[in-house]
């Protein structure tokens, strides 16, 4: 039976098929859906953790128990990841254990675009990489066989194309699983103190020299023998798009791309006359082929070493460095130049969303806000612009102490710095940076939108909405009692609709020397359905002085004819907050049922 | 484009804003495209862009479909749910690819904070810029169907008489994705936008 799936969905389904019993993750695009997903199959157990570093620590216990176990994160988060997943390639697996790890070339929903292949070669452990969702589905098998063969984690590379990209998909039926034993205690094996931890690194070393050979065998490793004057070597996505791009290539196509299958790639070298390597962002196969030896007459020297490719620009790129047979169409379209001076739409918060009060406050007050990961970052975009900084999850609160420490503290409002977190942002690795203030004696303002959800990735429960992945019920983390707990004297909550409220607030705890809390607490709109009746404008009123439209809305508009300047409501999409109604001075903008007595 | 799709790839793209329904429309194409036997491949973005953002969805069918995105200038049809978006995607269609859009204009947040403006020409510079544009106004035939959400469905019916399903296959899919409640509209919005454009050139559709 066929089903189009994604290349999440696939991988979800291929852990079903590969008896995998516990998938854990911290949500994050482009790999949310994989849980997601996963949360369809009861036989799986799987979870939501705080972060992803808890997610590897979680999945690293399941498998020592002997479970087949699934730990998914975005490639940002494998940086979280990293302290135990470097170890754990030292110590090895009893149930296979596969990181998938989903990148985001060009950006899409991400900080950076870092290419995690390059995690495997530093961790030592293999690298298998799907060019498809029934890849998604299949490699993911193989690579719980080569975590159990080779006793190691995988790490699994998928990038937004293959993880948000539909194609059909064969699917199979699971295995009929045995109970699991109680777990034998192996001490030395995973006890990496120095004397054991010194044993395991030529293993380690082994390891990866045994997995090459076994690459050169493997059939998901593959030549695609064609014309033999072309030789590319591609894996992944960019596998696609080159074989789009050349036909009649002959292909050397990588699935087990870590260690490089040594044999492998020498027999296609000698098939071939030229060689190409062609993948997107690090040369990281390119260096592996230089490394060995091979000669390689093209690669990053004629592809970015940034964002996304395409058959197209593939097909152009290596047909100008003397390639020939490329698809003809791809030389003849050409990249149209596309209309410059067209407005843009960057995305937004919506309409009615809680954080909208709080930058628009902030903005006013003129303080230096250091951001965090989530919806909230697009308060850094105009009209709002009251953001200065963003850089990883949790970063905000330790710089705003970092800020506060150097400038000193000149008793004048704006010149404090403050952090802005998300809820579940906070609870990822907030905390930690909040302990640290309280420690060192800090005295940064810590503003927490607390959301009830993780919003950017499409509202994920997390430890504060008292729910787990399958909605069960469970203790919800009571972020103001942490706060106090931590050692916070000033901790408080707010109604972030309320801009009076939030102005006088964060006043007072701008002008204290003591470090404080502050807890916007608003559910998310887009999650909870939060709908009121519409405001409304009084034309009669409104002189289109454009005061409300700092708040960044796209339910309101200004309309001009001639002289005429006046601002205008969308009813559709306006949820009735009120936060536009309080900026107007003039009082032109009215709540629902008032109208009706302006109007007669 | 119909004549020779079933030994080609056939290239779709679909431009909308965030939460106009860019999404079901692609899987809508993509689930009769599967039932008509061929490849399949679709592509989307999701997270930050969805925030009201400019979205994108490529969608590909034919005997062997490799890449699941479109390559710059390579649309055989471009499906816009806003105008805008359609000039600003524009670009990424053929030469003699077909060009099917909403007419309607949603405000970018640029605008809605007086930082931008709307251009007043959008209409014209389309039709400036390609010769083979359908113009419709969905959201009126959306709301004459019964429900102002099927935009989407409308403009696929619009897109249809390009493309090589039959109407009866067009039906099937509805019947199977949309929800129970919502077939009667979704096939009428269908059937509005179908009759703009069935055998008519750019100029009658309007």
Redesign the interface.
């Known amino acids: 039976m066929k089903q189009?799936l994604s290349g999440n969905e696939a991988i979800a389904r291929g852990a079903y098929e590969a008896g995998v019993r516990l998938a854990c993750a911290y949500p994050g695009?482009?790999s949310?859906?994989i849980l997601e997903s996963v949360a369809g199959y009861p036989e799986i157990y799987s979870e939501w953790t705080p972060n992803e570093k808890v997610a590897m620590e979680v999945g690293l216990g399941s498998s020592l128990a002997g479970a087949r176990t699934l730990v998914c994160m975005k490639h940002v988060g494998v940086n979280v990841a990293a302290d135990p997943l470097f170890t754990a390639s030292y110590t090895g697996v009893e149930g296979g254990l596969v990181l998938v790890s989903a990148d985001d070339p060009d950006l899409?929903?991400s900080q950076n675009e870092q290419d995690n292949r390059n995690y495997a070669r530093f961790v030592k452990i293999p690298l298998i990489e799907p060019a498809?969702s029934q890849e998604a589905k299949d490699l993911l098998k193989l690579a719980f066989e080569i975590s159990e063969r080779f006793d190691t984690p995988v790490l699994f590379r998928s990038t937004?194309?293959i993880s948000?990209?539909?194609?059909?998909v064969q699917l199979h039926e699971r295995p009929e699983l045995e109970p699991l034993r109680k777990p034998e205690k192996k001490t030395s094996k995973y006890t990496m103190l120095p004397a054991f931890a010194r044993q395991k690194h030529p293993k380690v070393e082994e390891r990866i020299r045994e997995l090459s050979a076994y690459g050169s065998g493997v059939d998901a490793n593959r030549i695609e023998e064609g014309d033999a004057r072309i030789g590319i070597i591609s894996s992944g996505?960019s596998y696609?798009?080159a074989?789009?791009a050349f036909p009649e290539a002959s292909f050397l196509k990588l699935a087990l791309s870590y260690p490089l299958p040594v044999e492998l790639v020498r027999k296609f070298r000698s098939q071939v006359e030229k060689l190409y390597v062609v993948e997107e962002l690090d040369p990281f196969l390119e260096q592996e082929l230089v490394w060995m030896g091979v000669q390689v007459d093209g690669g990053k020297d004629l592809l970015s070493l940034c964002g996304?490719l395409?058959?197209?620009?593939i097909a152009r790129a290596l047909t100008e460095a003397g390639v020939p047979d490329a698809d003809p169409?791809?030389l003849e379209?050409?990249?149209?130049?596309?209309?410059a001076?067209?407005?843009?739409?960057?995305?937004?918060?919506?309409p009615g969303c809680s954080h909208r009060g709080i930058f628009t406050t902030l903005r006013r007050l003129g303080v230096y806000v250091c951001g965090d990961i989530g919806?909230y970052t697009?308060g850094a975009?105009?009209?709002l612009e009251a953001m200065h900084s963003c850089v990883c999850m949790g970063a905000g609160v330790g710089m705003a102490h970092g800020m506060s420490k150097v400038t000193g503290d000149t008793g004048r409002i704006r010149d404090k710095a403050v952090s802005v977190i998300g809820d579940s942002t906070f609870f990822h690795s907030g905390v930690t940076g909040l302990m640290n203030i309280v420690w060192n004696k800090g005295s940064a303002v810590t503003i927490i939108l607390d959301n009830r959800t993780t919003a950017?990735?499409?509202g994920q429960n997390n430890p504060g909405t008292g729910r787990t992945l399958d909605e069960q019920e469970a203790p919800e983390v009571d972020i103001p009692a942490l706060a106090e707990a931590l050692g916070i004297k000033h901790v408080r909550e707010l109604d972030p609709y309320d801009l009076d409220a939030v102005e006088s607030v964060l006043k007072e705890e701008l002008s204290n020397p003591d470090p404080s809390v502050i807890i916007a607490k608003g559910p998310c709109v887009l999650e909870y359905k939060i709908e009121e009746e519409p405001y409304m404008v009084d034309l009669s009123i409104c002189d289109g002085c454009?005061r409300c439209?700092?708040v960044?809305?796209?339910?309101?508009?200004?309309k001009q004819e001639g002289d005429k300047k006046w601002v205008e409501i969308?009813e559709?999409l306006c949820t009735g907050c009120s936060v536009c109604a309080q900026m107007c001075r003039p009082e032109a903008i009215v709540a629902p049922g008032k109208m009706e007595e302006v109007k007669s | 484009m119909t004549t020779d799709a079933g030994n080609r790839t056939t290239n779709i793209l679909l431009s909308g804003v965030g939460g106009q329904g860019v999404i079901l429309a692609s899987y809508l194409l993509t689930q009769i495209a599967i039932k008509e036997g061929y490849d399949v491949k679709q592509s989307e973005v999701h997270g930050m862009s969805q925030r009201g953002g400019s979205v994108i969805s490529h969608l590909r069918f034919g005997p062997q479909v490799h890449s699941p995105l479109i390559s710059p200038g390579e649309a055989d049809m471009l499906i816009s749910l806003e105008a805008l978006e359609a000039l600003r995607y524009l670009p990424q269609l053929k030469a003699e690819g077909t060009l099917v859009y909403n007419k309607i204009s949603i405000n970018p947040s640029t605008v809605a904070a007086g930082l931008a403006t709307y251009p007043g020409d959008v209409q014209e510079r389309i039709q400036e810029a390609h010769s083979r544009s359908f113009g419709i106004d969905a959201r009126a035939l959306a709301e004459e169907a019964g429900n102002v959400r099927s935009e989407n469905v409308v403009l696929l019916g619009a897109a249809s008489p390009s493309l090589p399903f039959t109407s009866d296959a067009w039906y099937e899919v509805i019947r199977e994705v949309v929800p129970p409640h919502t077939v009667d509209v979704n096939i009428k919005a269908f059937d509005l936008g179908r009759a703009r454009t069935a055998n008519k050139t750019q100029e009658e559709a309007k």
Do not use: N, W
């Not at chain 1, 395409?310 to 620009?313: F, W």
């Not at chain 1, 960044?552 to 200004?558: E, H, I, M, N, Q």
């Open positions: 189009i695009t482009p949310t859906e899409h929903s498809d937004t194309r948000h990209s539909k194609g059909l996505i696609q798009y074989r789009e996304e395409d058959p197209g620009t169409t791809f379209s050409g990249t149209a130049p596309g209309a001076d067209l407005p843009m739409r960057p995305p937004t918060l919506c919806c697009l975009l105009p009209p950017m990735t499409g454009g439209l700092r960044g809305c796209v339910a309101l508009g200004l969308d559709s």
